[in-house]
C-alpha cells in the first residue's frame, strides 16, 4: 500500500483555497488535515462508515459537528464493542440528544460491527478488504474544476457496496460508498486549484 501523505496545514500569509469547507471552522480543519487523507486503521474505518451511514439523507456538516457525540455514544467506535450492543444500548442510543436519533441507522451501525468482525476474521483486517477494491492504492477521480464534475458513485463504489450488502451491511449504498472512499483517502477527489490536489497519476484506478 502507499505510505499515507503528509498533510500540511497552507500557509497563513495567503488566502487558503479549499474544495469546500471555508466559513466553518470545524469543516476547515477536516478538510485540510483528513479528507482525503489514507486511512489504515480498522477502528478509525468503522468510524468513518458509520458516520456515513448516518448521513444519508443529512449534509456532512451536521454529522461532523456531531462527530464527538457519536463517539462518546458508541465507545470509540470500537468495533468489538458496537458489535455487543444489545437493545439496552439501542434505548440509550434512542435518547442521546446528541447523535442522530434513527432506529433503522443505530441498528445498522450495531450490525455492521458484527459484519466486520466477520470480514476481519476472514480478510485479516477491515483495512486489506476496503483497500483491495483499488488494489491497495488511492484513485483518483477527474481532475475536476466544479462540483458538477466530481461523480457520486464509481465502478468502484459500486463493487464496495455491493460486497458490503452481500455480508449484511446496511446503509451502504453506491453514493454512501463513494463518500466513505473520499473521506478515508481511497478517492482522492480534491479539485483543481485546491491548496490539496494532487496531480493525476497515471495506472490508478479511478
Known sequence: MDE???????PMTQP?????????PLMEAYHDVE??????????LFEHLVLDGF????SWRTILHKRENF??????????RVAGYGA?????????????????????AIGNARACLEII???????????SFTSGATAYGPAARNWAQVR???PESDALSKALQARGFRFTGSTICYAFMQAVGIFDDHRVGCFRYQPRKRGRPG
Open 55 to 58: 448521513q444519508a439523507g443529512l
Open 152 to 154: 457520486s458513485t464509481s
Open 16 to 24: 487558503v483555497r479549499r474544495c469546500w469547507g471555508t466559513g466553518d
Open 88 to 108: 439496552r444500548d439501542i434505548r440509550r442510543l434512542m435518547s442521546d440528544a446528541g447523535i442522530v436519533r434513527n432506529r433503522q441507522k443505530i441498528e445498522a
Open 71 to 80: 463517539r462518546r455514544a458508541f465507545g470509540g467506535f470500537e468495533i468489538d
Open 35 to 44: 479528507w482525503g487523507t489514507p486511512v489504515h486503521d480498522d477502528q478509525l
Open 121 to 131: 476474521d476472514k480478510d485479516g483486517s477491515l483495512d486489506a478488504f476496503l483497500w
Open 4 to 10: 499515507a501523505p503528509r498533510v500540511e496545514s497552507p
